[in-house]
């Protein structure tokens, strides 16, 4: 059984005038909630092997901050397919996890990590900012595929 969590992105500043929406950071809300996020995984003992988060300025520095915080130093990998992509290009990245690893977690953006927990799990669950979840995968590969997969917890910071 795997296991993939998937984490959106924590609050970000609005586009600037001439600015670019890729380099976004974090409001002081966001900072405090990446941290958070990272404080609940450390205390409820949430353990994952790996990391995928979009490159995104927001994604690297909610990881960032929440890795910190649940003392958690596994490998980051930080990868531009994350940045608006959809739940197939979500699924086409989690399918090159090495299938040795047993649990990794992704970090991204909405729509696709909504749509992506609502294509595997059959589940509508909202995920504003900050919000992580886990999802449970009957199988012993990342090729992940709708019926094999459960949503096991929702949360909020």
């Known amino acids: 059984m795997k296991s993939l969590l998937l984490l959106r992105h924590a609050k970000t500043i ?3 005038a001439g600015g670019f929406d890729f380099d976004r950071t974090l409001t002081e809300r966001g900072i405090a909630d990446a941290a958070r996020v990272g404080r609940y995984i450390h ?10 988060s979009s490159a995104a300025k927001r994604a690297r520095q909610t990881t960032e901050l929440m890795m910190q915080a649940a003392e958690i130093n596994v490998e980051a990998l930080y990868d ?5 992509a959809g739940p197939q290009q979500l699924l086409e990245v989690v399918t090159t996890i090495d299938s040795q690893r047993e649990s990794a977690l992704l970090v ?8 992506l927990l609502r294509l595997l799990t059959g589940g509508s669950e909202s995920m504003s900012t900050s919000t992580l979840a886990l999802i449970d995968v009957a199988a012993d590969d990342w090729k992940l595929v709708p019926g094999i997969c459960k949503l096991n917890w929702i949360v909020t910071p």
């Not at 205390?43 to 995928?52: G, W």
């Open 14 to 16: 609005p586009v600037e």
């Open 43 to 52: 205390e409820h003992q949430i353990r994952f092997e790996f990391v995928i």
């Open 80 to 84: 531009r397919r994350l940045y608006e």
């Open 108 to 115: 991204g953006h909405n729509p696709g990590l909504e749509d």
